[in-house]
């Protein structure tokens, strides 16, 4: 199946017959068309059923969508980059941080059909939410999970889905990237403290002096930040931050999105909303990285 722009564009053809014109599109299939068997799209642009009569629900519901299948290939970059470095294939795993910063940029661009709604706006449809809301999002959960922001507690949410539940219950109960990270890094010759190493996974990760001291290490020396064989390292800092600002970026958008559609409200899960908000924007993923600099 091609993805030719020029596809999308191609006009029609009357009498098309397959094959009698190289130039020509085939237009005849017996069932489905190849696209619809591998896109689904007659399923996902069947999956919007708006709550109200108000026209702006749909495009709140539409973005929503979208972001959660953003969340599904950012998860799966990164448990693909998680599972290059256990096997210390670190080019796989610089590719998959890579292809995930493109995808970061993408999902936080969904903010901008919702980054102007008015409070009019947004009232118009937000009871049709209920008790919904974002932080009830199991792929986002994941997401945060791989970042090493972890908590038992958001598992409750999702005790009436079995098959999510264990899902989340397994990635809680795993090595976030960042812990993969640092394993790789020990067993590249830095001295990360056994406590970090050994740490209870299901644990929200917590900043570490000997974790500061490896990337202070890895972008201070020249050997490791240039050259003979490190440089390598001092990429795989810079792509991990990359991910990071992209996140405080998304955290950030959310934020203000939110406190222009809906000010200093409750947010729609019972939630402080905006205060809640304010409080994960100030937070860092990967501490380190950032820290480390003030030293090199």
């Known amino acids: 199946m091609s993805h030719d722009p020029d596809v999308y564009e191609a006009e029609p053809v009357a009498d098309a017959v397959p094959g009698a014109d190289s130039e020509t599109p085939n237009l005849d299939f017996e069932g489905t068309t190849p696209y619809e068997d591998y896109v689904k799209a007659s399923v996902l642009t069947h999956l919007q059923h708006p709550l109200s009569d108000d026209p702006g629900e749909m495009v709140f519901l539409v973005t929503t969508q979208v972001m959660e299948l953003w969340f599904t290939v950012i998860v799966h970059e990164w448990e693909t980059a998680a599972k290059a ?116 996974l299901t644990q929200r990760y917590q ?11 890895i972008y201070s020396e020249p050997a490791l930040a240039t050259g003979l064989g490190g440089g390598e390292l001092a990429q795989l800092g810079e792509a991990l931050t990359e991910v990071a600002e992209l996140v405080w970026r998304w955290r950030n958008d959310h934020l203000v999105a939110t406190r222009r559609a809906m000010g200093a409200k409750t947010g729609t899960g019972g939630s402080a909303g905006v205060a809640w908000l304010e409080k994960r924007a100030g937070k860092h993923v990967f501490p380190e990285l950032w820290t480390a600099r003030s030293h090199v």
């Open 207 to 217: 900043p570490d002096p000997s974790v500061e001291a490896a990337w202070q290490r």
């Open 85 to 200: 470095l256990r096997e210390d294939d670190l080019p796989a795993a610089m590719a998959a941080l890579l292809r995930s910063t493109h995808e970061l940029e993408a999902l936080n661009a969904s903010w901008k059909p919702l980054a102007r709604l008015t409070p009019a706006q947004f009232n118009g449809y937000r009871s049709a939410l209920g008790e919904g809301s974002g932080f009830q999002s199991a792929m986002y959960r994941r997401m945060e999970f791989l970042l090493g922001d972890k908590a038992a507690s958001m598992l409750v949410p999702h005790r009436g889905s079995p098959r999510v539940h264990a899902e989340l219950e397994k990635a809680l109960a795993e090595p976030s990237l960042y812990d993969e990270v640092l394993r790789y890094l020990a067993r590249r010759g830095f001295e990360i403290q056994e406590s970090v190493l050994e740490r209870d």
